[in-house]
């Protein structure tokens, strides 16, 4: 009897996963390719500091207590992340300051690209080397090929970041899927399949530009910045509404996944409180501290909108300036998911 009583409730978990996923990837896509610059500035106002928020609860209670063996990848993983944050915006800025020329630009970016490649490089050796272990001794000269092919254009990389960034949440979430909800995976993995579809079918009609034609004269700034957030005074032989859209749109999917899906998912973020960090038990002190940090960051999100509110295009640039930090962290616990 139980086993026909479950039988109905794990069809119907994974039959109201598949509608409300479906539901939103074409409510994204509709939104995004009716006004795409309006949505970019929208869904950033909204969901840029909340999602990061949970983002940091979530990888919170990835965390062992102690590190143990796992110790050099988790050193490894913090320098890179530190160092490669500070870097990233302080080269960039420090090139407009000093007036350098284009060429040294490039070279700079060219080695920042270098950094990072043999960091992740060395982030998957290290991770082949732990349990689970893994036949990863490609690993070396795949990075090396990819640290020389991002030589021949650096300012390539960044930009594919700004959109591959995205997708990695949906990765995330789908390890949370195959850990926590095993009945939830093939639904899940045919509505990340129609993404694809889903683009192809917003380049092919292209998004229109009416809405955003309506947009007050004070977002002119936003959106001019919007554009260059995209790419588009980059990549100049492609149209910018497209590059805009997709943005928002792969944003908008990325938003809906940390702020919806992985709290769903994984039914540990919010519902176990703070019981549901490692570190949080490993000492009083760790976890005052936490539980400080954790505070702060939910003022930030407060702060985040006050600032939005009060100077949107400044608030943005900062806010884009300063978050390579969670884009990079969310490459080692990608790798320890795998």
Known sequence: MSTVLKQPAENCSRQTFAAAASVFMVMAWVLTATAPVTMSIGIVFLFAGPHNYVESRYFLTRLPARMGRLKPFFMVSAVGVISLTIAFPLLTRLAGWMRWSPQSVL????????????????????????????????????????????????????????????????????????????????????????????????????????????????????????????????????????????????????????????????????????????????????????GVLLAASAAVVVLLWVCFTADYTTTRDVYFTVAMLHVLAEIPFLLRLL
């Open 107 to 290: 070279w700079t970016i060219g080695l920042w690209n270098t950094a990072l490649i043999l960091w992740v490089t060395s982030l998957v050796w290290l991770r082949s080397l732990q349990p689970p272990k893994k036949n990863w001794d490609y690993a070396l000269p795949i990075g090396l090929a990819f640290a020389g092919l991002a030589w021949l254009q650096p300012i390539l990389l960044p930009l594919l970041m700004v959109f591959l960034h995205p997708l990695m949440g949906l990765w995330v979430l789908d390890r949370e899927i195959a850990k926590s909800r095993q009945e939830w995976q093939t639904a899940y993995r045919c509505c990340v399949g129609s993404v694809p579809v889903l683009l192809v079918l917003l380049w092919t009609f292209g998004p229109a530009a009416a809405a955003d034609a309506l947009l007050p004269e004070q977002a002119q700034a936003a959106k001019s910045q919007v554009i260059h957030h995209a790419g588009a005074t980059i990549v100049t032989i492609v149209d910018a509404n497209r590059l805009v859209a997709t943005h928002a749109f792969l944003e908008l999917l990325h938003y809906g996944v940390w702020m919806l899906a992985v709290p769903v998912a994984s039914g540990r973020v919010f519902s176990e409180g703070f019981r549901s960090i490692p570190l949080m038990k490993r000492s009083d002190f760790s976890r005052r501290l936490i």
